[in-house]
């Protein structure tokens, strides 16, 4: 099946740097790829995707790049603020409603 | 308002107890997950419910069993609970096939001792 690995386990950036997240896949057939959010105690909610036919996907502060040759996506997060203090799991999959997560990434936000 | 809720939130429970927790969903959603969290292992699948009775294993089935008879809910059962089964479990939910956005409960903390 699909393995995603997320390359930093941690991540200390200062506010208002950009921090980049991630990610690789293993399955060609895989073709969505969203992105998670974990803040400390709390539950995962939803934050960006992309899917496979763009490269490229902007919401505000969060960019989201997908390299399919090499099998690997990424999250920029620009401008950081202290709430986006969490951590965030990648994941890939293909069209059966079967998402295979990452270990996930803590994001420290420096003041 | 879309929610997905999880009862109870915190359990503790002897070892080779029964365990039930439960999850809902007011979104009519097709699809429902059950996962368990570990520290610096992310997410793990147990099982996906495709609809009512329509359940498949994830990767990690042994040792849990499921129930979905009514499409809002979805239950996870532990016959006989093991000390390596204390985790946080979340339920999530999903609207239906090619929709794959996934919306999580506030997870279920159960320690077994």
């Known amino acids: 099946g699909e393995k995603v690995e997320q390359h930093e386990s941690t991540l200390s950036v200062r506010e208002g740097d950009s921090a980049v997240i991630n990610c690789t896949y293993t399955d060609t057939a895989s073709s969505y790829f969203p992105w998670y959010k974990q803040e400390a105690g709390k539950s995962l909610h939803f934050v960006i995707d992309i899917r496979s036919n763009v490269d490229r996907k902007q919401s505000q502060r969060l960019i989201v790049l997908l390299d399919k040759k090499a099998k690997r996506f990424s999250l920029h997060i620009t401008a950081t603020q202290p709430e986006d203090s969490a951590i965030y799991f990648c994941?890939?999959?293909?069209?059966?409603?079967?998402?295979?997560f990452g270990d996930g990434t803590q994001l420290v936000v420096k003041p | 308002d879309m929610k997905v809720t999880q009862m109870p939130r915190y359990l503790i429970k002897r070892m080779g107890e029964n365990v039930l927790l439960e999850c809902g969903q007011d979104m009519s959603h097709e699809t429902m997950y059950w996962y368990r969290q570990d520290p610096g292992l992310g997410l793990q699948l147990i099982y996906i419910?495709?609809?009512?009775?329509?359940?498949s294993e994830g990767d990690i089935p042994k040792g849990y069993r499921v129930s979905r008879k009514k499409r809002e809910h979805f239950s996870l059962i532990l016959d006989s609970a093991k000390t390596n089964q204390t985790s946080v479990y979340f339920c999530?939910?999903?609207?239906?096939?090619?929709?794959?956005?996934?919306?999580f409960g506030p997870g279920t903390r159960l320690t077994v001792l």
């Open positions: 999530a939910s999903s609207r239906d096939w090619g929709s794959y956005e996934q919306y």
């Open positions: 994941a890939a999959s293909r069209s059966n409603n079967r998402i295979f």
């Open positions: 419910s495709y609809d009512v009775d329509s359940n």
